[in-house]
C-alpha cells in the first residue's frame, strides 16, 4: 500500500492534538501581568507537549520518507501511536490543573513511555518490512537516544513520588535530546545520493 494516506491522516491527527492542547490553556481572568505570570505553569506543560508532539511529527515525516510501501500491520501500529498521542492533551491538562503533584506526573510520564514504546513498534514494523538491509535499517543505526529515553521516563515517573518536579525534569531532560536535530536519515540519503553520483 501507498503510505501517503498514512502521512495525510497522522499529520491532521497530529494538528488537531495541538489545537485541543492550546485550547486547554486558560485565558488570565484580569488584564495584568501577575494574571498572565500565574499561568506560567501551565504555559509550560503546554510547550512541554507541544514539543513532544513536534518531535513525533518530524522523526513520523524523517520515517517514513525511508519507509517505501506499508502494510495493514503498519496501519494499526501508526494508529497505536496515534492513541498515545492524542491522550496528551488529557495528561497535560491534569498534571497542569492538579499543580503537578505526583499521580498526574506519573500518568503524564507513562503516557509519554508508552508513546515511545508504540513509535518502536511502528519502527520495528517499518524496518520488519523492508528487511534488515533496507534502506531504514541502515539509516537508524544504533540508534542510542531510542533506547535511554524510556530508561529516562522510567526513572522519572519513580521520582514522582519523591518530588515530582525532578520527574518533570527528566521529560524535560528527554525532550532536550530530541529537539537536538536528529541527522540519521537526511545524512543517510546524503550519502546514498553521492553514492549513486
Known amino acids: 500500500m501507498n503510505k501517503n494516506r498514512l502521512e495525510a491522516f497522522s499529520d491532521g491527527v497530529l494538528a488537531i492534538i495541538i489545537t485541543i492542547m492550546v485550547l486547554e490553556l486558560d485565558v ?12 506560567a505553569p ?5 510547550l512541554l507537549s507541544f514539543v513532544y508532539v513536534g518531535i513525533y511529527w518530524n522523526n513520523h515525516h524523517h520515517m517514513l520518507h525511508l519507509a517505501g510501501k ?11 501511536l496515534l492513541f498515545w498521542l492524542s491522550l496528551f492533551p488529557f495528561t497535560t491538562h491534569w498534571m497542569d490543573r492538579t499543580g ?3 499521580i498526574p506526573v506519573l ?5 509519554l513511555l508508552l508513546a515511545a514504546i508504540a513509535y518502536d513498534i511502528l519502527e520495528a514494523g517499518l524496518v520488519r518490512n523492508q528487511g534488515k538491509n533496507g534502506a531504514l535499517a541502515r539509516a537508524l543505526g544504533r540508534d542510542w537516544k531510542g533506547k535511554v529515553s524510556p530508561v529516562i521516563y522510567i526513572l522519572g515517573m519513580g ?6 518536579l525532578i520527574s518533570i525534569a527528566a521529560y524535560t531532560v528527554v525532550a532536550a535530546l530530541w529537539l537536538i536535530p536528529d541527522r540519521r536519515v537526511e545524512r543517510f540519503l546524503s550519502h546514498q545520493s553521492s553514492s549513486e553520483g
Open 28 to 39: 488570565p481572568e484580569e488584564p495584568t501581568w501577575h494574571a498572565l505570570f500565574e499561568q
Open 100 to 102: 503537578f503533584v505526583n
Open 107 to 111: 500518568v503524564y510520564g507513562a503516557n
Open 70 to 80: 506499508i502494510n495493514g500491520t503498519i496501519l494499526w501500529a501508526n494508529l497505536h
Open 159 to 164: 521520582a514522582a513520588f519523591v518530588q515530582p
Open 42 to 46: 501551565a504555559f509550560f506543560s503546554y
